[in-house]
């Protein structure tokens, strides 16, 4: 499967938010993206 990169701009009290939740769950950011988009 080809791979490409996907970038997008969010404040960094929204970034350091989900890094704190998905964390808690295990995954790290761009996991935790990858999942939400394959579903």
Known sequence: ???TVLQTRVDSETKL???NLFSS???DITTAIR?????
């Open 1 to 3: 499967m080809a791979m």
């Open 17 to 19: 938010a989900a890094e």
């Open 25 to 27: 769950l295990g995954l």
């Open 35 to 39: 999942l939400f988009l394959r579903c």
